[in-house]
């Protein structure tokens, strides 16, 4: 249990356009979503923390009308890149917070990864 | 200011042999400590986590070390394969969830 897709794995656009990336926990309800960045070789640098129902919790430094995030229900979030720019093209990857139990864990705050989504900007 | 510093940055092991990584962090708050497995083009994935009043955990041949008052965890992985090469990520997470990565080690099993 405790699968988190990921739509679409891979996306080319052009600059000044916006893309769309998707969430979803499979077979759980996530309350909390978070994004994360990641460049080649280096860890993941949160970008948000998304729940359902209400407003992004952005990290210092991320622009919020240039990251859109939207937490509609319990098993989707979308992050969307606004106008994008090449300095924008990135691996992102989301994850979701499962319950105390799903997937195995017993300790809760178990944080579940999707695949990532490698966004190239021309 | 980094929260959660993990060393080394690479790592070449025997197949056979002992893996180590280790983490230190700062914040006092932090409850939940995962471990995540990453390759290449891929999402992270949950190896094992422990909270702080556990001194270890083990499952498999993946053992978390803890040491509360050094304010220090480590990753043991026994009798190291090729396949585990990957890069490994300690994190420090609030009650809140949030997580904090340390920068990542590369590890490489040479057959």
């Known amino acids: 249990g405790a699968v988190v897709s990921q739509h679409p794995s891979w996306v080319i656009c052009k600059s000044g356009t916006s893309v769309k990336i998707e969430c979803r926990s499979l077979?759980?309800?996530?309350?909390?979503m978070f994004w994360y960045r990641q460049f080649p070789k280096q860890s993941l640098m949160l970008m948000a923390t998304?729940?359902?129902?209400?407003?992004?919790?952005?990290e210092q430094g991320v622009e919020k009308d240039k990251f859109l995030i939207n937490h509609a229900s319990l098993t989707l979030s979308t992050l969307t890149v606004t106008s994008a720019h090449p300095e924008d093209s990135s691996f992102y990857i989301c994850?979701?917070?499962?319950?105390?139990?799903?997937?195995?864990?017993?300790?809760?705050?178990?944080?579940?990864f999707g695949p990532g989504t490698r966004l190239t900007v021309t | 200011q980094q929260q959660v510093k993990q060393s080394p940055q690479s790592l070449i092991v025997q197949k056979g042999g002992i893996s180590i990584i280790n983490c230190a962090y700062e914040?006092?708050?932090?409850?939940?400590f995962p471990w995540y497995q990453q390759f290449p083009g891929k999402g992270p994935a949950l190896l094992i986590a422990?909270?702080?009043?556990?001194s270890e955990k083990k499952e498999g041949r993946f053992t978390i070390s803890f040491n509360k008052s050094a304010k220090q965890f480590s990753l043991h992985i026994m009798d190291s394969q090729p396949g585990d090469s990957a890069t490994y990520f300690c994190?420090?997470?609030?009650?809140?969830?949030?997580?904090?990565f340390g920068d990542g080690t590369t590890l490489t099993v040479k057959p």
């Open positions: 077979d759980f309800q996530a309350t909390t």
């Open positions: 914040n006092t708050a932090f409850d939940y």
């Open positions: 994850s979701a917070s499962a319950p105390m139990g799903v997937g195995g864990g017993r300790l809760g705050h178990e944080q579940y």
């Open positions: 998304s729940n359902e129902g209400s407003k992004a919790t952005y």
């Open positions: 422990i909270r702080p009043d556990v």
């Open positions: 994190a420090a997470n609030t009650n809140a969830g949030k997580s904090t």
